[in-house]
């Protein structure tokens, strides 16, 4: 198999180059087959580099880019400052051809409005999305989307965002012939606002899409779809919300170990406790699923949460190896070609 | 002080009276000065009233009304058919004067209707809310509105809705200066939907509103804000997700339970795990916090989860009580017109 040459965007994300240069080395260690194009500011990346001894070193390219977009820029005016920054200068590696994918914990809206304008979307999609993977309870996983991309979403864009997430469903988490299903307050036909119900029409007509109507949001979590469709506002606040009540959770029992921290039976219950819900829950744990694929582009970009830590801009770093090998973009064009022909 | 008595729904929700009848006997010990006028099929209810030996029954009285409003009905048609329902003879105990509040667990639309049609709304108040008080970490609780009566609102709506939750996190939670948050996708004023942006105008201007600005999903159960406010779609679809996940989260510690069910070893440390859990989190439990208020009208309406158990209908009952106590409705009409006053 071909090498997968990705670039990293170095200086994106909350941490820079102290998360991802060892995140890279990691992935380096983990992936044989993989080089990476580390794009930002030399002086800051190679002390890193040099400190660490991995012997993945000579598979890992520092390309300079001087400047950096802020996480609070608006995107139009980020796509105006853009030259030599390390988001603009990783994307256009792959429009050069020297990269096949891009991975950046940079501002989001930046990221897709430069995306957009230097990758181009796919025929057929109006609006790239940001996509992510959902561990659910049955071992499985939903694909949701979109989570911010895009706030105000018509019926037409919806039914979009239910092909790409067919295709990511079957691609990357093997599941054939996956479920389809809009987020709503409701299950009846008739609930919700005018652009679900609208969605919901056009995909009943469409034989390709598995679709199987709307979900709420009490079942996301228990595998009653494979992919999950709503517009950027409400995928966004449904992600948050799930990530604040894990972290509340997780909080509470850190501070409950605290307060026994002088009485040893409580301490070997709170390891216990520790230990039972983490092989629980870890799964729900937004550092394992970290990784939006910016799914609609001709070529794939992935965004790392701004936080990352090492491991989670790792995954979002193997994330983008799979997307690649999986050529997600393409098949997302053969599908719309598929779907479009049949109307 | 006077009697409180309320008028309850006994034949909504998936329960009806094998739910209703023994939580109005709870809240009947737990409150001495509290009346219920019990409304539904005396054939169904009378047989399990005659079943209790409760002391409190001489305060309760059975009102019968022949039909009830099926769970999914439109509310359009709820109002069309509701002559003669259990629903509607409650709401119409409070327009006569014999009740003060009704609790109901019945179909959401249709008890939204049927309440504006019946008690009308607060002058000042476009569209009533449906609205809860949902625990925080920090042991304080967060008024929550509007979670799914009004699926799209304008800026004025949402500015109405913050006026209403703060009297209600001052007057029901004891909250002086509660702050005042709007639910969104980011922090910077330049983010989100019009509607929120232009609510978040109108609340800078306005002097006897602690406005805080916007508020993340994912800090929702921190104890950052008093009142948060969003359109009934969005709040819907948070108050599901934060469910949902609790939900999952209890039930994959049952089925862990199960598993272990051989080793006495393991059993005393699920046993351990489901007391703390139980202590932490009980609080977020939905059945602690059941019981919706539908503000914004001229008398109290509280909306039950239609799955509520025995528990949580009996909270709602309380709830009930401390918004007659409280004169709701007559704090959110005078402070309207303090605020609309000084514009």
């Not at 799979?322 to 064009?333: C, L, N, Q, W």
Request: a positive charge.
């Amino acid at each position: 198999m071909k090498n997968v040459v990705l670039a990293l965007d170095a200086m994106g994300g909350d941490f820079g180059p102290v998360v991802t240069v060892p995140a890279s080395l990691q992935a380096l260690s983990l992936h044989p087959k993989l080089e990476l194009l580390l794009v930002g500011n030399p002086d800051v990346i190679s002390p890193i580099l040099s400190a660490s001894r991995s012997a993945c070193i000579d598979r890992l390219t520092v390309i300079p880019a001087k400047l950096v977009i802020g996480g609070d820029i608006r995107p139009a005016q980020a796509i105006r400052v853009s030259k030599d920054t390390s988001m603009r200068v990783a994307l256009e590696l792959i429009k050069s051809g020297r990269a096949q994918a891009c991975v950046s914990a940079g501002n989001t809206g930046a990221l897709m409005g430069l995306s957009k304008l230097v990758l181009k979307s796919i025929n057929g999609i109006e609006r790239p999305a940001l996509t992510t993977l959902l561990p659910h309870q049955k071992q499985g996983k939903t694909v949701i989307l979109d989570l911010g991309a895009n706030i105000s979403c018509d019926g037409a864009m919806l039914v979009q965002f239910a092909i790409m997430g067919s295709v990511l469903s079957e691609q990357i988490l093997g599941v054939s012939n996956p479920r389809v299903a809009l987020l709503n307050i409701g299950s009846e036909e008739t609930k919700g606002l005018d652009n679900i119900r609208h969605a919901s029409e056009i995909l009943h007509t469409i034989s390709s899409i598995h679709y199987v109507g709307y979900i709420e949001a009490n079942d996301l979590l228990i595998g009653k779809t494979d992919v999950l469709v709503c517009d950027g506002f409400v995928g966004n606040i449904t992600l948050k919300t799930m990530e604040g009540v894990i972290r509340v959770i997780l909080s509470t029992l850190k501070s409950s170990e605290k307060e026994n921290k002088l009485n040893w039976f409580m301490q070997s219950i709170n390891f216990w406790i520790g230990k039972c819900l983490f092989n629980k829950f870890s799964q729900f744990h937004p550092d394992w699923y970290n990784g939006a694929y910016l799914i609609g582009l001709r070529n794939t970009v992935i965004k790392s949460h701004g936080a990352a830590n090492q491991r989670a801009f790792t995954a979002a770093i193997v994330q983008a190896i799979h997307a690649v090998e999986r050529k997600i973009p393409e098949r997302i064009s053969a599908r719309l070609s598929t779907v479009l022909s049949k109307k």
